[in-house]
C-alpha cells in the first residue's frame, strides 16, 4: 500500500486536502496557524476503478522557527517523510512562492522520492497562473481548492502511476489494522503522549512539559505480541471555564469523540496532584459511557515513600465510587510499570466483551435474593424473576420482574458488585436494566351477567336508602 504524506508551511491547507481526500473530518481544521502538531493517519480508497488504497499522512506545518514546539513538529514531518513513497508538497496559490517553501522544496529533493506539487487555494484559476511555480523544479503544478473540492481527479490521475508496485506480501498487509482500541485520557501535561511514545518505542506524537501540546486525537495501529491495537491520544480535557481557545474547544470534542470510539479507557492522573475535581469529572464522563477503565498514576518515581502513602490512602477514598477499575503506578518517562499494562487492557476488553448464559446469571441471582432480599418500594416488594443478558461494551443485564419501575441506588449498587464477584469481572462496568411485567388485564373492563347487573342495582338502591 502506497503512503503519501502532505508536507508545506503553515496554513497551506494540508489538513483540509487530509479531510477531502480520506473524505472525513479527521484532522481539526481552522485559520489558525500551526494547528496540526502531530502526525494523523488515514488509509483511503484512492482509486475506484483500480480498487487501490493508500494511506495518507497529515503533517504540521515546517516554519523555520528554533523553538520547542516548532523543533517537535520538524521530528514528526522528517518520520512522516522516511514512511513515505510519494511527497505531496503543498504551497498556496493566494500567497505564491515565498522564502520558507524554496526552503522546503530544496531539503525534499533531497530525499529522491516522487514529490508531487500541489497548489491549493486555486479555485477559478487556469493553469497557466500557476506558471511561477514551475521554479520550484517540482514539475508540473497541479491546481486543487481544498475547500470546494477541485482538482482532486486531476491530482488523483496525476498521482497513480508514482505507486510503487504491488506484491503478494503488501497486498497481504492492506487489511484494517484496528484491533483493541485504547484511548488515553487526562488533564493537560499529565504525560498522556510521554505513555503513548513509551509503549511505542519512538517519539510518535509530541511530547513536551507545555499543557495543550495535543490537539487533535491522533489514532496509531500497532501490535504487540501478536495482539493488535489502536492507540488514541487525545487533547487534555479542562474544565469548561478554563478553555479559552475556540481550537481547544474542538480539541475536547474530538477527545469526547475518542472515548465514544474506545474499547478501554487508561485515565492518567498525576501522582503529586491525586485526584483533582476534574479528574472526578472524567471518571464519571467514562462512567456514563460504560467503558472499560483502567486508572494509571503517572509520575510516580517522583514521590518519596510517605507520599506514595498518602497518595494510595487518599486514592482509596476519592476512587471508591469506580471500585471496579485497577489502578496502576508508573513512570512514563523512565518507562517503569509501562509493560504491565498490556495484560489488564485485554483483560478488560475481553471481560467487556464477554457475553455469558441465561442459566449461570440466574444462578447468580438465587444466590443475591438468598443474600439480600429485594426491598420493599411504595409498600410492594420488589420481585426479579429471571435475568438474562442483551449487550456487550459494557456488559448489560436486563432483569425481568414485578414492580421494577424504581429499584433503589442501594440495591442497584448491590447487585452491580454481586454479579462483579461472581463473575469474576475487572476493569469494566455493568449497566443493568429493568423490565416489570405487564399486567394483562389492565385495560381491560370485566363484562358483567344480567344477574351481576341487576344484583348490583339492587345493592345501589340500599346504599342510596341508607
Given at each position: 500500500?502506497?503512503?503519501?504524506?502532505?508536507?508545506?508551511?503553515?496554513?497551506?491547507?494540508?489538513?483540509?486536502?487530509?479531510?477531502?481526500?480520506?473524505?472525513?473530518?479527521?484532522?481539526?481544521?481552522?485559520?489558525?496557524?500551526?494547528?496540526?502538531?502531530?502526525?494523523?493517519?488515514?488509509?483511503?480508497?484512492?482509486?475506484?476503478?483500480?480498487?487501490?488504497?493508500?494511506?495518507?499522512?497529515?503533517?504540521?506545518?515546517?516554519?523555520?522557527?528554533?523553538?520547542?514546539?516548532?523543533?517537535?513538529?520538524?521530528?514528526?514531518?522528517?518520520?512522516?517523510?522516511?514512511?513515505?513513497?510519494?511527497?505531496?508538497?503543498?504551497?498556496?496559490?493566494?500567497?505564491?512562492?515565498?522564502?520558507?517553501?524554496?526552503?522546503?522544496?530544496?531539503?525534499?529533493?533531497?530525499?529522491?522520492?516522487?514529490?508531487?506539487?500541489?497548489?491549493?487555494?486555486?479555485?477559478?484559476?487556469?493553469?497557466?497562473?500557476?506558471?511561477?511555480?514551475?521554479?520550484?523544479?517540482?514539475?508540473?503544478?497541479?491546481?486543487?481548492?481544498?475547500?470546494?473540492?477541485?482538482?482532486?481527479?486531476?491530482?488523483?490521475?496525476?498521482?497513480?502511476?508514482?505507486?510503487?508496485?504491488?506484491?503478494?506480501?503488501?497486498?497481504?498487509?492492506?487489511?484494517?489494522?484496528?484491533?483493541?482500541?485504547?484511548?488515553?485520557?487526562?488533564?493537560?501535561?499529565?504525560?498522556?503522549?510521554?505513555?503513548?511514545?513509551?509503549?511505542?518505542?519512538?517519539?510518535?506524537?509530541?511530547?513536551?512539559?507545555?499543557?495543550?501540546?495535543?490537539?487533535?486525537?491522533?489514532?496509531?495501529?500497532?501490535?504487540?505480541?501478536?495482539?493488535?491495537?489502536?492507540?488514541?491520544?487525545?487533547?487534555?480535557?479542562?474544565?469548561?471555564?478554563?478553555?479559552?481557545?475556540?481550537?481547544?474547544?474542538?480539541?475536547?470534542?474530538?477527545?469526547?469523540?475518542?472515548?465514544?470510539?474506545?474499547?478501554?479507557?487508561?485515565?492518567?492522573?498525576?501522582?503529586?496532584?491525586?485526584?483533582?475535581?476534574?479528574?472526578?469529572?472524567?471518571?464519571?464522563?467514562?462512567?456514563?459511557?460504560?467503558?472499560?477503565?483502567?486508572?494509571?498514576?503517572?509520575?510516580?518515581?517522583?514521590?518519596?515513600?510517605?507520599?506514595?502513602?498518602?497518595?494510595?490512602?487518599?486514592?482509596?477514598?476519592?476512587?471508591?465510587?469506580?471500585?471496579?477499575?485497577?489502578?496502576?503506578?508508573?513512570?512514563?518517562?523512565?518507562?517503569?510499570?509501562?509493560?504491565?499494562?498490556?495484560?489488564?487492557?485485554?483483560?478488560?476488553?475481553?471481560?467487556?466483551?464477554?457475553?455469558?448464559?441465561?442459566?449461570?446469571?440466574?444462578?447468580?441471582?438465587?444466590?443475591?435474593?438468598?443474600?439480600?432480599?429485594?426491598?420493599?418500594?411504595?409498600?410492594?416488594?420488589?420481585?426479579?424473576?429471571?435475568?438474562?443478558?442483551?449487550?456487550?461494551?459494557?456488559?448489560?443485564?436486563?432483569?425481568?420482574?414485578?414492580?421494577?419501575?424504581?429499584?433503589?441506588?442501594?440495591?442497584?449498587?448491590?447487585?452491580?458488585?454481586?454479579?462483579i464477584n461472581a463473575l469474576e469481572l475487572t476493569n469494566t462496568p455493568l449497566k443493568l436494566e429493568y423490565k416489570s411485567s405487564e399486567n394483562p388485564f389492565k385495560d381491560k373492563k370485566n363484562q358483567l351477567s344480567a344477574r351481576q347487573i341487576s344484583k348490583k342495582r339492587r345493592?345501589?338502591?340500599?346504599?342510596?336508602?341508607k
Open positions: 500500500m502506497a503512503v503519501i504524506s502532505l508536507v508545506g508551511r503553515p496554513n497551506v491547507g494540508k489538513s483540509t486536502i487530509f479531510n477531502r481526500l480520506s473524505r472525513s473530518r479527521q484532522a481539526l481544521v481552522s485559520d489558525f496557524s500551526g494547528l496540526t502538531r502531530d502526525r494523523q493517519y488515514a488509509q483511503v480508497l484512492f482509486d475506484e476503478d483500480t480498487n487501490t488504497d493508500a494511506t495518507i499522512i497529515d503533517t504540521g506545518g515546517l516554519t523555520n522557527q528554533n523553538n520547542t514546539i516548532d523543533s517537535g513538529i520538524q521530528v514528526q514531518v522528517l518520520n512522516a517523510l522516511a514512511e513515505s513513497d510519494i511527497i505531496y508538497f503543498i504551497v498556496s496559490v493566494r500567497d505564491g512562492i515565498n522564502t520558507l517553501d524554496w526552503e522546503i522544496a530544496a531539503q525534499l529533493r533531497k530525499l529522491k522520492k516522487p514529490i508531487v506539487l500541489v497548489c491549493n487555494k486555486a479555485e477559478g484559476m487556469q493553469q497557466s497562473m500557476a506558471a511561477e511555480f514551475y521554479e520550484l523544479g517540482m514539475g508540473e503544478p497541479q491546481l486543487v481548492s481544498a475547500e470546494h473540492g477541485q482538482g482532486f481527479g486531476d491530482l488523483i490521475d496525476y498521482t497513480l502511476p508514482l505507486f510503487p508496485q504491488k506484491d503478494a506480501k503488501i497486498a497481504d498487509e492492506q487489511e484494517e489494522f484496528e484491533g483493541i482500541k485504547v484511548a488515553v485520557l487526562g488533564r493537560p501535561n499529565v504525560g498522556k503522549s510521554t505513555l503513548v511514545n513509551r509503549i511505542l518505542g519512538e517519539q510518535r506524537v509530541l511530547a513536551i512539559d507545555i499543557p495543550g501540546t495535543t490537539r487533535d486525537s491522533i489514532y496509531i495501529p500497532f501490535e504487540r505480541e501478536g495482539q493488535k491495537y489502536t492507540l488514541i491520544d487525545t487533547a487534555g480535557i479542562r474544565r469548561k471555564r478554563s478553555t479559552n481557545e475556540k481550537i481547544e474547544i474542538f480539541s475536547i470534542i474530538k477527545a469526547r469523540e475518542a472515548l465514544e470510539r474506545a474499547d478501554v479507557v487508561v485515565l492518567i492522573l498525576d501522582a503529586s496532584e491525586g485526584v483533582t475535581e476534574q479528574d472526578a469529572t472524567l471518571l464519571g464522563m467514562i462512567g456514563e459511557k460504560g467503558r472499560a477503565l483502567l486508572i494509571v498514576i503517572n509520575k510516580w518515581d517522583g514521590l518519596d515513600e510517605y507520599q506514595k502513602q498518602e497518595v494510595k490512602r487518599k486514592l482509596e477514598i476519592k476512587l471508591s465510587f469506580v471500585s471496579y477499575a485497577s489502578v496502576h503506578y508508573i513512570s512514563a518517562l523512565h518507562g517503569s510499570g509501562v509493560g504491565k499494562l498490556f495484560a489488564p487492557i485485554i483483560k478488560a476488553y475481553n471481560n467487556a466483551g464477554a457475553k455469558f448464559s441465561t442459566s449461570i446469571l440466574n444462578s447468580i441471582l438465587e444466590k443475591a435474593n438468598k443474600a439480600h432480599q429485594p426491598p420493599p418500594v411504595k409498600g410492594r416488594r420488589l420481585k426479579i424473576k429471571y435475568v438474562n443478558q442483551t449487550g456487550t461494551f459494557p456488559p448489560t443485564f436486563t432483569f425481568h420482574g414485578n414492580h421494577l419501575q424504581s429499584v433503589p441506588n442501594a440495591y442497584e449498587r448491590y447487585l452491580k458488585n454481586f454479579f345493592l345501589m338502591k340500599f346504599v342510596k336508602k
